[in-house]
């Protein structure tokens, strides 16, 4: 089956635009979680959605968003864009919200921010 | 709050030798620990998750994992490395009990010499 969809897979912003990320799941999966990687910070928690309702944030602005659709289709979006938010992005899904649930991951959405 | 540590930023081993990539936690309750790895330009992959159910856990790819409560520790290990087991690894926790919020570990480059 497919796996989890990102898109677009890379995206050049300016600084103070805002921009939109989008995550498929995996087919049947009603947990999306969504990570920043940085060289620098390494992989971090942004927030994570499961059946339309934010269940844990992690410790980011309040420039950074989300939400799920109803098919668990998941957006995130990132308001006056910085250029530290120049990130790999990272999707997960899962088919519970429970602790030891395996998260599939997307390939990501390498923004950048000049 | 839930922590990992990885004792190495970079493995280097030859084609055919060992590999032990170590990881040390640190948890409030019983942990739900993974190995995830990440080949360049590409998202994240499971190798192996331990929920209590046996303290060596087997994974894909020859990779398997020993759970040891005593000393903390979810080192990973194969008994024979390949050229294309060089990636990035990460030793990740669950730290919510209730969701899906991953803790990952400052990640393990692995090198594997021809």
């Known amino acids: 089956k497919a796996g989890v969809t990102q898109t677009p897979r890379y995206l050049i912003k300016t600084r103070g635009q805002q921009v939109t990320l989008s995550c498929s799941p995996i087919?049947?999966?009603?947990?999306v979680s969504w990570y920043q990687q940085t060289p620098g910070q390494g992989l971090q928690f942004l927030f994570e959605?499961?059946?339309?309702?934010?269940?844990n944030k992690g410790n980011f602005p309040g420039r950074f968003s989300g939400r799920q659709f109803s098919n668990s289709r998941s957006e995130m979006n990132v308001s006056t864009l910085e250029l530290g938010d120049s990130a790999l992005y990272l999707c997960?899904?899962?088919?519970?919200?429970?602790?030891?649930?395996?998260?599939?991951f997307g390939q990501g959405t390498r923004l950048t921010v000049v | 709050a839930q922590s990992v540590t990885q004792l190495d930023s970079h493995v280097s081993v030859s084609e055919g030798t060992p590999v032990l990539l170590r990881c040390n936690y640190s948890s409030s309750y019983s942990p739900s620990l993974f190995w995830y790895v990440q080949h360049p330009n590409k998202g994240l992959q499971l190798l192996l998750k331990y929920t209590s159910a046996a303290t060596l856990v087997k994974g894909i790819n020859g990779f398997e994992a020993e759970f040891k409560k005593s000393e903390t520790s979810f080192h990973l290990t194969k008994p024979s490395a390949h050229m294309s087991d060089a990636a990035e690894y990460f030793c990740v926790v669950s730290e919510s009990e209730y969701g899906n919020k991953l803790v990952f570990g400052a990640g393990t480059i692995l090198r594997v010499k021809s």
């Open positions: 087919s049947g999966h009603r947990s």
């Open positions: 997960a899904s899962s088919f519970w919200a429970g602790a030891n649930t395996e998260a599939f």
């Open positions: 959605y499961f059946s339309e309702t934010q269940r």
